[in-house]
Structures are given as structure tokens and as C-alpha cells.
């Protein structure tokens, strides 16, 4: 209803009535009027009404949803059944067009306008974390592993011909087969031990650029989220190593926008070395279904996200940029924030909760102090009674009683990723003296999680020992009558 209608309007119902309605809706347009004159996260949270009623007319500006239009091309943003008409609120044609990710769309006003506040929000939002200097964010319609790819294609796009990539080991298989699908080669450095930690080996990486040639490599990929015990990068030191041979720099953020002190360090990093690109996951730092990923760059060096957007073959699917608008806009920038304050408090509480669950049951938390987000604790006694290969079956007892997200590392495992062979895979190198089970304070978690989880695990060890101890009596017994 425009103001002429409510005019009109005035002649059917009572005009005070009439003006309570013009006063909401006035509201609800401020809102919208707020977001593109500041065009970063509401500061406070929307309600789900006003979030369909601006995607309601963002909707509306789109052709396949025009009342007199008639689409006579091959691809028109006609949706057969109604249920997905509604999921998407009747936006089909995607974001960008065949030449750019990021270009606008003559048939699809809405859906671009929503792609273009869709990546200023989460621009806002990689700020409010800790990324002060982040310059430019892309949505894109693929998850993280795809993401590194699609970048390792933008930085390829402008040192074409070199296929060595140098990646401090770190083990979860989507940075490795990401590299790998493009049919580049590896050049892996092998982590150090410092304590129960697990890090990164900055002579090694340097030393590789040396050997290798800083002209012959076509980046460094440096890991800022990761399962305990291994660190994170000391990404500062490698940004800065980086710009010192002038080799580009992509950094794999999969979960790390949720830590503040972690995104603090990537900016800094940026600021004082050289970072080409950052990739983060949409589901794992903003709650949403898989599917997104984003790409930021930062003080300035906005190429890659350029290079990315113009490479990136056709249209894209709008569902992962859709679902990241309308969650930001749900959370604002309080909301956000408190979400940031809360999982980091929740971390002390669970290594503490956790803590006496490990003690409890003569296992201690390793000191991961390095790690914000992934906590682990030893499984000494266990392996004592059956061995490090035989602690795996906890894992799947765990799972069993609904405890999804652990792992039970063995460091004893042999596992081979796009035929490269890793020895005790898990531990992210190949020697780590401890077997152990590790898990994560994500973002969202909440404190009866955290109780559940230790309740839960606490009489999980008490069946787990019981049969470890069975498997020792039958092995003695077996020994015995030999």
C-alpha cells in the first residue's frame, strides 16, 4: 500500500484506524531505508515479518514476478511446484550473470539487490568478528572446499602456468583436495611439536620457498581453523614471510570467523604482511545450511575477489546467498555479537566441565591454549588396557548416544587423499605421542549442551573401560592357555 491507497482507504474504514497502519508500515519502511542508506547489518535484529515483507518486495522486482510480464526466452524463472516458489519467495533467476558473479541482472532487480547487501552484511559482520580492514566480500554459491578452489583459480588467473602450491599439513581432507582437483601439486610441510600442540613449521615453509623458487610457487595456503591440537597459523608470521618473497597468500578461515582473537590476527596479518585472499564458510560461522562460502579481502587488495567474481562460469544459485541475507538480518549486529560472546565464554566453561569428566576418569585436557575453538583431552588409560588402534571404538559409542562432532584420533591410522599417504592421519602429523578425543565449542552452543555432552560422555568411558577391560582379560586368558 502506497499513500494513495491508504487515502483511498480512508473512505472504506476510519481514518484513525487508517493512520495506526500508515504508522507501521512507515516503520517497516524505515527499516528497509536504514539498511541501504547504511547498507551494513541492522543494528538490532529484524522480525521475521518485516524480513518477508522486504524479500516480498524484492521479490516484486523481479520480471518472472512482474503482473503483466511475458517471458518468451529459454529461461524465464518459471517454478513448477508452488512449495519451491515459496522457499525461494519467488526469486528464480540467481545471482550474477554469465561474465560476473557480482554483476547485476536486468531481469532480476530483487535478486540483485540482495546479492549486493548480502556481501556489504557479511563484510559488516567479518568486521564486528575482528576483520577491521576487510575491504570487499563475495557470497559465493559453493561451500569451502569449492571456495579455495574457485580462488585458487583467481590467484592461477594471474600467475599462469605454476602449479606449486606450499600447505603446512593440516588433516581435513577439503583444503588438500581442493588444490588437487585443479591438478596442482602439493608441497607439504611436515608440523613440529611444542607441548600437546601441534603447529606449524615456519623455517620448513620458508626454506620450501627457497628451494622451490618464490617465482615457481603459486601460493602459500595458511590454516587459521582446526581440529586441536593442532594450532592455528601464525598467520601474522606467514603473511609477513610472504610479503617478504612476494608469494600470494590464501587463507583457509573455514570456522574461524566465531574466534575474535583469531580474526584480530588475520587483519592484523593484512596489515603487516600480505594476504590475497580469506575463505570462511557460511554454515559453520553463521548458522545456515551448507552451501556458501565467502571470500574477503582485506586493506585494500581486492583482486582476487575481482578475479574470482569475473571466472565463476554462468549464474549462480541465490539459496546460500539467500539464506546468509536473511540470517543476518534476523541476527543484527547485537544479536551477532552476543552469539561471539557467548561461545566464548561457553569455551572456558566446557574445558572446565569437560575437564573433570577427563580427570574423573585418569585423562587429563591437553593444553590447547592456542586453539580457540577445538578443545581435546587424552585417552592414556584407555590405550594402556587395548592399544591406541582399538580407543577408535569410542567414537562410534559416543555417536551412538547422540553426541555428533567428535573425534577419536588414533595416531596409528594410515589414510591415502587423492593418493598421497599420510601417516596418523587425524593428529595432522605422524608421529603425535598421544591418542586423544577431540570436539568443539561452535558458535550456538548453549550450556545444557555442554552438561549433556559431559553427562553423557562421563558414562560413556564407564561402559567404554568396562570393555576395554573385558578385551584385557581375554587377551591374558588367551595368553594364559598358550
Not at 117 to 124: T, Y
Not at 145 to 152: K, P, Q, V, Y
Not at 353 to 372: C, D, F, I, L, P
Amino acid at each position: 500500500m502506497n499513500s494513495t491507497n491508504f487515502e483511498l482507504a480512508q473512505g472504506l474504514i476510519s481514518s484513525r484506524y487508517i493512520r495506526q497502519a500508515v504508522e507501521a508500515r512507515n516503520k517497516r519502511d524505515n527499516l528497509v531505508k536504514s539498511l541501504l542508506s547504511q547498507r551494513r547489518m541492522p543494528e538490532e535484529g529484524w522480525d521475521d515479518q518485516q524480513i518477508v515483507f522486504f524479500l516480498q518486495n524484492l521479490s516484486a522486482m523481479d520480471s518472472n514476478n512482474f503482473v503483466d510480464n511475458i517471458g518468451v526466452g529459454e529461461r524465464e524463472g518459471r517454478i513448477f511446484n508452488r512449495l519451491v516458489a515459496e522457499r525461494y519467495y519467488g526469486m528464480s533467476h540467481g545471482v550474477g550473470r554469465s561474465g560476473d558473479l557480482t554483476a547485476e541482472q536486468p531481469k532480476a532487480a530483487g535478486s540483485s539487490l540482495l546479492g549486493k547487501l548480502a556481501n556489504l552484511m557479511v563484510m559488516d559482520a567479518l568486521k564486528i568478528a575482528g576483520m577491521s580492514n576487510v575491504s570487499s566480500c563475495a557470497v559465493l554459491p559453493v561451500a569451502t572446499g569449492m571456495a579455495i578452489t574457485l580462488s585458487l583459480m583467481g590467484i592461477s588467473s594471474t600467475r599462469p602456468g605454476l602449479k606449486k602450491v606450499i600447505w603446512p599439513r593440516v588433516d581435513q581432507k577439503t583444503c588438500l583436495k581442493s588444490l588437487l582437483a585443479m591438478g596442482l601439486t602439493p608441497i607439504i610441510i611436515d608440523n613440529k611439536l611444542e607441548g600437546d600442540e601441534v603447529v606449524a613449521d615456519m623455517d620448513a615453509i620458508e626454506q620450501a620457498i627457497l628451494e622451490h623458487g618464490s617465482d615457481n610457487i603459486l601460493t602459500v595456503i595458511a590454516t587459521t581453523s582446526c581440529f586441536a591440537p593442532r594450532r592455528p597459523e601464525k598467520i601474522v608470521a606467514i603473511a609477513e614471510l610472504c610479503k617478504k618473497h612476494n608469494v600470494p597468500l590464501l587463507v583457509n578461515n573455514a570456522y574461524g570467523c566465531q574466534s575474535r582473537e583469531n580474526m584480530k590476527n588475520i587483519s592484523s596479518a593484512a596489515h603487516r604482511g600480505r594476504i590475497d585472499g580469506i575463505v570462511q564458510s557460511t554454515d559453520k560461522n553463521f548458522m545456515v545450511p551448507v552451501g556458501g562460502a565467502v571470500l574477503a579481502t582485506a586493506n585494500g587488495n581486492d583482486d582476487l575477489v575481482k578475479a574470482v567474481a569475473s571466472l565463476y562460469p554462468g549464474r549462480a544459485s541465490c539459496s546460500a546467498v539467500q539464506d546468509l541475507f536473511i540470517t543476518l538480518l534476523s541476527m543484527g549486529r547485537r544479536g551477532y555479537e552476543k552469539l561471539l560472546e557467548e561461545r566464548e565464554g561457553m569455551l572456558g566453561y566446557m574445558c572446565s566441565k569437560v575437564g573433570e569428566v577427563a580427570q574423573k576418569h585418569g585423562e587429563r585436557m591437553m593444553n590447547t591454549s592456542g586453539n580457540g575453538i577445538s578443545l581435546a583431552m587424552t585417552l592414556d588409560s584407555f590405550v594402556a588396557l587395548v592399544g591406541k588402534a582399538s580407543v577408535s571404538q569410542l567414537g562410534s559409542m559416543l555417536f551412538a548416544r547422540s553426541c555428533s562432532g567428535t573425534r577419536v584420533v588414533t595416531c596409528v591410522k594410515e589414510e591415502r587423499v587423492g593418493g598421497i599417504a599420510f601417516q596418523g592421519y587425524g593428529a595432522h602429523m605422524h608421529d603425535y605421542p598421544s591418542a586423544y578425543l577431540s570436539f568443539a565449542c561452535a558458535i550456538g552452543i548453549q550450556r545444557r549442551e555442554v552438561d549433556v555432552f559431559a553427562e553423557r560422555l562421563s558414562k560413556t568411558l564407564v561402559e567404554f573401560r568396562k570393555k576395554c577391560e573385558a578385551a584385557q582379560k581375554a587377551k591374558e586368558a588367551t595368553q594364559g592357555e598358550s
